[in-house]
T-cell receptor, first 112, second 113 residues
Framework: EPEVTQTPSHQVTQMGQEVILRCVPI?????FYWYRQILGQKVEFLVS????????KSEIFDDQFSVERPDGSNFTLKIRSTKLEDSAMYFC??????????FGNGTRLTVT | AQKITQTQPGMFVQEKEAVTLDCTYD???????LFWYKQPSSGEMIFLIY??????QNATEGRYSLNFQKARKSANLVISASQLGDSAMYFC??????????FGTGTSLTVIP
């Protein structure tokens, strides 16, 4: 069964550094999402992406964050100048539309 | 405003018993979908079950069933014959026609041997 893949599974970075989290959504899916989850807490929406542009973003998704779909298969989340509070699990997800969200296994980001 | 509410932060159930995890939702959209996801301690989000707002029958998937009460705006998950492997965090979610998803705060289920 096709799945959403995320790399890396773990990322440790120093405060102030930039990180890029990578995702390959399921190939025939049209809608792409990034969520984050601070350990043991709720799943927080960051951004949704459709037709090569952001369709919606949360107040968390400020100028520090950006997304790209550079080549028709990868979907990346860039975090500029990371802060300690950016430490979380970041999930990529995709859907065809009107169907369940398929999640990747997540990237655990630790900012030191 | 669209909202999903899970009022049970933690639940315990005896192995082999059934358990109901509560979820209520709030939307003015006539068409929407409701989901449940399981998140074990390993962290991945596993899709369990889906109910469309126009579906006449409650969804079932193996030991999982969704008790959909549209008038009450509730979409409770029922797990029958609980197993130790069911111990996990469970999230209720809603999708609207905009393909925007909303998640509840989750319920932590512990199955007791």
């Amino acid at each position: 069964e096709p799945e959403v893949t995320q790399t890396p599974s773990h990322q440790v970075t120093q405060m102030g550094q930039e990180v890029i989290l990578r995702c390959v959504p399921i190939s025939n899916h049209l809608y792409f999402y990034w969520y984050r989850q601070i350990l043991g807490q709720k799943v927080e929406f960051l951004v949704s992406f459709y037709n090569n542009e952001i369709s919606e973003k949360s107040e968390i998704f400020d100028d520090q964050f950006s997304v790209e779909r550079p080549d028709g298969s990868n979907f990346t989340l860039k975090i500029r100048s990371t802060k300690l509070e950016d430490s979380a699990m970041y999930f990529c997800a995709s859907t065809q539309g009107g169907s369940p969200l398929h999640f990747g296994n997540g990237t655990r980001l630790t900012v030191t | 405003a669209q909202k999903i509410t899970q009022t049970q932060p933690g639940m315990f159930v005896q192995e082999k018993e059934a358990v109901t995890l509560d979820c209520t939702y709030d939307t003015s959209d006539p068409s929407y979908g409701l989901f449940w996801y399981k998140q074990p301690s390993s962290g991945e989000m596993i899709f369990l079950i889906y109910q469309g707002s126009y579906d006449q029958q409650n969804a079932t998937e193996g030991r999982y069933s969704l008790n959909f009460q549209k008038a009450r705006k509730s979409a409770n998950l029922v797990i029958s014959a609980s197993q130790l492997g069911d111990s996990a965090m469970y999230f209720c979610a809603m999708v609207l026609t905009s393909n925007q998803f909303y998640f509840g705060t989750g319920t932590s289920l512990t199955v007791i041997p």
